[in-house]
């Protein structure tokens, strides 16, 4: 379809929905027609929660979470710990280990890895806020949850050295066989990892 068959409007639509991860420009194509069809019970209350979301949505200044509160949520509960910290790289990270449910602590988002290819360098991650905040005297632990990938394991590495002078104990995330995983499948990096981790 040519932007003159859909018409200017639909197809900045389309063009914006494909930037989205998992989305390419096909399967924006299909949404984008599904919420035009659905004008009514879809397109608009959903242009109305975005709209709100963008003006309600903001950065916790503790810990750099979404939240339509700052402090978030997480970091102003008094149910959580307050002497573990959990780090992450992204946001998504962190909703995921919500969703488990199995940490009960507080959290910190780096906002990426460090990576010389994209020229990300440790100032342009949230680490100085994480020296700060892992130098609290409740503070004894923290646990660093990045990514198993060469990027994470550097980042990981910097971050143990910047926590060196804070009284607190550097852990990471077992990297290993998967719940329900078969041996035969796994590549030899995680059989290696696994069994470097084994308890």
């Avoid at 399967?27 to 209350?45: D, G, I, Y």
């Avoid at 008094?78 to 969703?99: F, G, K, M, N, Y």
């Amino acid at each position: 379809m040519t932007e003159h068959s859909t018409g200017a409007e639909i197809e900045r639509v389309i063009q914006l929905l494909a930037r989205l991860p998992g989305l390419g420009p096909r399967s924006a194509r299909r949404a984008v027609l599904h919420l035009m069809k659905n004008r009514h019970t879809l397109l608009e209350p959903l242009a109305e929660a975005l709209h709100r979301a963008s003006e309600a949505v903001r950065t916790c200044s503790e810990c750099g979470n979404l939240d339509t509160r700052d402090p978030c949520g997480i970091c102003s509960s008094t149910r959580r710990r307050r002497d573990v910290i959990c780090v992450v790289e992204d946001v998504s990270d962190l909703w995921a280990l919500e969703r488990a449910g199995a940490f009960n602590g507080i959290y910190h988002v780096t906002g990426g890895v460090l990576s010389a290819i994209e020229g990300i360098t440790p100032e342009d991650l949230n680490i100085p806020r994480l020296v700060e905040r892992a130098g609290a005297a409740e503070v004894s632990e923290v646990i660093l949850a990045l990514n198993a990938t060469v990027e994470g394991q550097t980042t990981g590495h910097y971050i143990a050295e910047a926590l060196k002078d804070c009284n607190v104990r550097v852990t990471r995330l077992a990297h290993g066989v998967p719940v329900g995983g078969e041996l035969e499948y796994l590549d030899e990096g995680t059989l290696t990892a696994a069994l470097k981790a084994r308890s």
